[in-house]
């Protein structure tokens, strides 16, 4: 197994074992992984092991000290806590705050699936302070990842908000779409989130319209993604064009065309699932990736 050292560590190629926990140990006599962030930054190593999470007793050793924490389990026996720095705290030397976007572009794949589960238990923490059904200051749920309103007794879990992402193939052509907030010459792929009532399919077949204004056919599904853009869980699918001309709505969507193996633009990360599924289709151009 890779070697844990004593002050940081960097998530393995390969899943180690994680258990969810829920009760945080009695007593802290050893040094635990630290998921620290500051908004939607993450506290990460620069210097040894950079891009590594700390590995501390408690959050005094760099001089932090945190609004609020919670216990995520153990990864290789381990164990983990999640913790929400106050928005003017800054970083240790030899640290940095790195924004989860850019962060999901600097670790690996499994690495990151911790700090996903890690962000997304922090924000239902902040988020779930007080009932939304009458104000009262909510508790932490017994042996529950649940917190519990002692007035109405209104329960509070994490959120999961299923969204879809799909690849739309036009014989040897994938439609590649760019919203205004990627990064310049930047394309992705058509995505959103799943609506009250809605099957994943039928979400599918909405969002095309809704932001690129043609019909699909056979769509068939590809795998998922837990994906911390909010709290979504990204579901794949792809798609054969059917009908109808690009025409994209201004708003998601400023651009979007049909593009060839040969003049793909700068593409999504190669742990997001839009990347994921692009590299499906080049594999099935016969292309190596």
């Excluded at 394309?187 to 077949?205: C, K, N, T």
Aim: aromatic content about 10%; overall charge negative; hydrophobic content about 35%.
């Amino acid at each position: 197994m890779t070697p844990v050292d004593r002050e940081s560590h960097t998530c393995p190629e390969f899943f180690p074992e994680f258990i969810i926990g829920i009760e945080p140990p009695a007593n802290r006599t050893e040094k635990a992984l630290w998921f620290i962030f500051r908004g939607r930054e993450i506290l990460i190593k620069l210097n040894k092991n950079p891009g590594a999470i700390p590995k501390l007793l408690n959050l005094g050793e760099i001089g932090l000290s945190g609004n609020r924490e919670q216990y995520l389990g153990t990864l290789d026996g381990t164990h983990c806590y999640s913790v929400e720095l106050p928005e003017d705290a800054q970083a240790p030397e030899g640290m940095k705050f790195a924004d989860l976007r850019q962060a999901y572009s600097e670790l690996n794949e499994k690495c990151f699936a911790l700090v996903n589960k890690a962000v997304q238990i922090m924000e239902w923490d902040r988020t779930n302070q007080y009932c939304s059904r009458c104000g009262t200051k909510t508790v932490q749920k017994p042996g529950e990842r649940g917190k519990e309103c002692p007035d109405c007794g209104e329960l509070f879990y994490p959120r999961i908000s299923p969204a879809v992402i799909v690849l739309i193939r036009k014989e040897h052509e994938i439609l590649l779409a760019r919203s205004p907030n990627f990064p310049t010459g930047r394309y992705g792929l058509i995505a959103g989130f799943v609506e009250p009532g809605e099957s994943a399919e039928d979400a599918v077949v909405r969002e095309i319209r809704e932001e690129v204004g043609i019909k699909v056919k056979n769509i068939n599904y590809f795998e998922t993604q837990a994906w911390p853009f909010p709290n979504s869980l990204m579901i794949g699918f792809t798609a054969e064009y059917d009908s109808g001309d690009i025409q994209p709505d201004g708003f998601e969507i400023e651009d979007a065309r049909w593009f060839s193996v040969e003049n793909l633009p700068d593409l999504p990360g190669k742990i997001s699932i839009a990347r994921k599924l692009i590299d499906h289709f080049l594999k099935e151009e016969g292309l190596e990736v």
